[in-house]
C-alpha cells in the first residue's frame, strides 16, 4: 500500500484546512486508517482513526470537536476536516493504515505511511 497526503499549507488561526490522503496498491478499505502529527521538536502524536466501513470514528482529546475524519472507499481517500485552527495545530500530519481489528492510537500499530504533508496555522 503507498499512501499519498497532500493539502496542508498556511492558514491564519480560526481558519479551516481539508487533508486527503490516496491510497494505491491494495484499496484502503482493507485497512484501518488514521492520522497523526507531528510539531517541531515533539513526538508524533495520534489525532484521528476510522474504522474500515467508516462507521466509528476515534479522536485525540486535543482535537474532539474541531477535527473529523472520514473516508471514501470507492475513491480509496480519506480526508481530514480541519476546522477552527489554532497555532498549536502547526505540525506535519501524516495518514497511515493499519491492519490491526480496532483503531489503533499507537503509531507502531500502523503498517504504512505516508510522507506527511505540512499544516502552518499561524496567530
Known amino acids: 500500500v503507498q499512501l499519498q497526503a497532500s493539502g496542508g499549507g498556511l492558514v491564519q488561526a480560526g481558519g479551516s484546512l481539508r487533508l486527503s490522503c490516496a491510497a494505491s496498491g491494495r484499496t484502503d478499505s482493507t485497512y484501518i486508517m488514521g492520522w497523526f502529527r507531528q510539531a517541531p521538536g515533539k513526538e508524533r502524536e495520534f489525532v484521528a482513526g476510522?474504522?474500515?466501513?467508516?462507521?466509528?470514528?476515534l479522536y485525540a482529546d486535543s482535537v474532539k470537536g474541531r477535527i473529523t475524519i472520514s473516508r471514501d472507499n470507492a475513491a480509496n481517500t480519506v480526508y481530514l476536516h480541519l476546522n477552527s485552527l489554532k497555532p498549536e495545530d502547526t505540525a506535519v500530519y501524516y495518514c497511515a493504515a493499519s491492519s490491526r481489528a480496532l483503531v489503533p492510537t499507537t503509531s507502531t500499530m500502523y503498517d504504512y505511511w505516508g510522507q506527511g504533508t505540512l499544516v502552518t496555522v499561524s496567530s
Open positions: 476510522i474504522s474500515r466501513s467508516g462507521g466509528r470514528t
